[in-house]
């Protein structure tokens, strides 16, 4: 029962640091925040509430920042330098997944892009936590002097992600109902101004709602006081991630692996396909024409042992053929499942591979993922 | 009948010359849900110290150490089955193995249920 040595750099606390603790939760380190894991039910009791009604989740450790500029052409053609999505072609009000990318196609962070469905000439983006410093200085780096990039440090994030998010939210904000899938708006909740978006990183419907970080507070409370709701820590929402197949940064994707590799191809539009013009576009663009060499696949392990990341995975000749990325218990499934690169020549669904965990060899077959059907409002 | 604990939050409770290992209730709250047992077999000579068995959480996989050496006599066969009872019941049906003790002399290196209980003060 190892713990954890205590960091030696003080840890920041999101606005919603108090409530967390007050809540029992048990807080460990996360890039450099001092975060909730689990609340007191615990995380495969998180996890099946989010599946069966609505979980809020802390996500205020992460990165918001706006790309501004003259007009929206300028600044999605400025951000089309370091990203391989369609920036051009967002409509307002529209949300798209992409990667920053280096000059190798690898990846720097994953980010939702949004341009806002008014003002001209802005981009939203949410990054990773433990990659915003480095991404700010990146993206300052390289854009032209006429774009911007604002960060918006004093703001909080909440995710309300579940069947029953839609419910709860329209409660106070009616304008939530409308909105589409990888969406967004601002709109105030109970008359606190926030600017929601309809997506999230649980497989589940549900929203990211932004708000002033002095408002934080105020919004959380609110949503807690809704009969539906639950607070979720970052264990269940790993765990909810894991079994929606979504990637996790510095796991399942880092500056060596590219897009194609991670099987995050349909996150690069056909014009992009077509022009190129994004950092590693060589190598991406053969990857697209040729296939990758490795590939993120989905595994499933047989009987109940999870296959953690590190885990070796072999082919039926015994030949080290990849290794997990990420992998656990999905409590949905009521199984471990698992995510990794394979050689592509075993990527195929059903391929039959071995996983060595401790010494023991654990028979698995890819599969498609997500491991649970995403529940998306399209 | 003795319950003695380790500083890695094990319990023995040893009637005669067996002991029912298993995870105190603090290593389990720690834990957080239990999703996965490896229970050693039975015969198995384990040395104290050394790993008897391994529990893994949704988050991570722990190991129990042996806190006395000996013979695996019995294993927990049920919480394989479901090993959420190792966070129900830990000192009760959610034991992990039986050791026949080979030395009971080792069992003075370990803490009683009160020495435990400051333990737990001292490290929280």
Redesign the interface.
Known sequence: MASSPPGSAPLRHTPLHSRHVALGARMVPFAGYDMPVQYAKGIIAEHQHTRKAAGLFDVSHMGQAALAGPDHATVARALETLVPADILGLVPGQQRYSQLLNDQGGIIDDLMVTRPADGDGRLLLVVNAACKDADIRHIRHHLPDEVRLEVFDGRALLALQGPEAEAVLARHAPAAKSLAFMSAAAMTVAGIPCHVSRSGYTGEDGYEISVPGDRAGALWDLLMAEPEVEPIGLGARDSLRLEAGLCLYGHDINEETSPVEAALAWSIQRRRRQEGGFPGSHRIMEELADGPLRKRVGLLPEGRMPAREGTEIKDAAGELVGEVTSGGFGPTLGAPVAMGYVASDFAREGTALTLVVRGKEIPARVVPMPFVAHRYKR | MTTYYTK??EYIRVEGDTGTVG?SDY?QS????V??V?LPSVGKALTKGAEAA?V???????EVYAPVSGEVVAVNGAI?ET?GTV?EDPLGNGWFVQIKLSDAGELDELMTEEQYEDYLKSIS
């Open positions: 890695d939050h995870i290593a720690q834990l957080g849900d999703v996965f490896e391994v893994e959480s949704v988050k991570a996989a722990s394989e090993p966070n």
